[in-house]
């Protein structure tokens, strides 16, 4: 198991499994459904990293080859990779997702650092840069939250960093291993 989301509204438990795709769980019945890319759903990737509500009717899916959004009352899957295509045209392995209170997407992947889709599709892709100490400190990205002062929060494989969309830069909490 790599992630597990539990939707409130619906009770439902949908479980990100790695190798093995996605994985509902009907509170009523206590069926679980699986959803697999080799069973002809549409999933980009059987890793399933991340899972987080989009909108009412979709989640976004974080996989070992981008993003896809799931319509569970269709029980459909579709890439959801285009918004990034002209930032990293080659869909990376995504760990993390967060929709913010202003209505961009972050995406935290494996080695392209962290996106963040604007409301508008404007895309930024935040990197390290051993030169530039108001940058993120790792380009792999393991989670990413948002606290109640609007500051996004992202846990990389070199540390902790806070995003302050006022200055547009990290501040970086480091450790000494």
């Given at each position: 198991m790599r992630t597990l989301y539990h939707d409130a509204p619906t009770g439902r438990l949908f479980i990100?499994?790695?190798?093995?795709?996605?994985?509902?769980?009907?509170?009523e019945t206590g069926r679980i459904a699986g959803y697999?890319?080799?069973?002809?759903?549409?999933?980009?990737?059987?890793?399933?990293?991340?899972?987080?509500?989009?909108?009412d009717d979709s989640l976004l899916l974080g996989t070992h080859s981008g993003i896809d959004?799931?319509?569970?009352?269709?029980?459909?899957?579709?890439?959801?990779?285009d918004a990034f295509a002209d930032v990293i045209p080659?869909?990376?392995?995504?760990?993390?997702?967060?929709?913010?209170g202003a209505d961009s997407l972050w995406v935290g992947t494996y080695d392209a650092g962290l996106l963040r889709l604007l409301p508008d599709g404007t895309v930024h892709n935040y990197r390290h840069n051993a030169d530039?100490?108001?940058?993120?400190?790792?380009n792999l990205v393991y989670d990413i939250i948002e606290d109640s002062y609007g500051d996004i929060w992202v846990a990389t494989n070199g540390g902790l960093n806070r995003y302050r969309p006022e200055s547009r830069s990290f501040q970086r909490y480091t450790y000494d291993a």
């Amino acid at each position: 198991m790599r992630t597990l989301y539990h939707d409130a509204p619906t009770g439902r438990l949908f479980i990100g499994i790695e190798g093995a795709g996605l994985s509902v769980r009907d509170p009523e019945t206590g069926r679980i459904a699986g959803y697999r890319r080799r069973d002809g759903f549409s999933l980009s990737h059987e890793n399933v990293n991340a899972i987080k509500r989009d909108d009412d009717d979709s989640l976004l899916l974080g996989t070992h080859s981008g993003i896809d959004r799931f319509y569970p009352a269709e029980q459909r899957i579709e890439a959801a990779w285009d918004a990034f295509a002209d930032v990293i045209p080659e869909p990376p392995i995504v760990y993390a997702l967060l929709r913010d209170g202003a209505d961009s997407l972050w995406v935290g992947t494996y080695d392209a650092g962290l996106l963040r889709l604007l409301p508008d599709g404007t895309v930024h892709n935040y990197r390290h840069n051993a030169d530039d100490p108001g940058s993120l400190s790792n380009n792999l990205v393991y989670d990413i939250i948002e606290d109640s002062y609007g500051d996004i929060w992202v846990a990389t494989n070199g540390g902790l960093n806070r995003y302050r969309p006022e200055s547009r830069s990290f501040q970086r909490y480091t450790y000494d291993a």
